[in-house]
């Protein structure tokens, strides 16, 4: 049992959150540097529903700044944001609830994730199918698709010079 509940523990511990390249774009690039480093930190510790349970000074130091400095952070996150990207709750990115913070954006990087995952996942299927449909073209000894013409033209027993002009990239 107590091998059951650690994994589980260990798997919740070993989540990942992408960062996507518009945060250098958006207004939370301009704050100042502690403000970045303690959303970053934020961004890696919520849990998959975009909880951050921590209390400040655990997560300054977690943050690697002074307990100041993650205040003022949070106040800022906290706060309506005017220049985001997103207004929704007037861009306020944090909401205060008992234990630590909700990350407001969370669903929305959510479904992001779930569309940047979805075109993995096609690009792999569409690999995965090319593959196969090689190995099936390689199986029947059918010629491959740019093969055609060198083997309609060796057939027809053309002279040598012909076919290394077909065989040229």
Not at 33 to 48: E, S
Not at 71 to 84: Q, V
Request: aromatic share 8%.
């Amino acid at each position: 049992m107590y091998q059951r509940v650690a994994s589980e523990i260990l798997l919740v511990m070993e989540m990942w959150t992408p960062l996507f390249s518009g945060i250098v774009s958006a207004s939370i690039w301009e704050l100042p540097y502690h403000c970045r480093i303690v959303w970053v930190a934020i961004i890696a510790i919520k849990d998959r529903k975009g909880f951050v349970w921590a209390s400040v000074p655990g997560l300054a130091r977690l943050a690697n700044v002074t307990r100041e400095e993650c205040e003022d952070a949070l106040r800022r996150f906290e706060s309506p944001d005017e220049d985001s990207k997103c207004q929704e709750r007037r861009g306020q990115k944090l909401l205060k609830v008992a234990g630590g913070w909700q990350v407001l954006g969370h669903e929305r990087n959510q479904e992001k994730m779930h569309e940047v995952g979805e075109e993995i996942r096609k690009m792999k299927n569409a690999a995965r199918q090319a593959k196969w449909r090689k190995n099936q073209q390689l199986k029947n000894g059918t010629p491959l698709k740019g093969e055609v013409p060198y083997v309609e033209a060796l057939k027809a027993g053309a002279p040598e010079e012909v076919l290394d002009k077909l065989s040229e990239p």
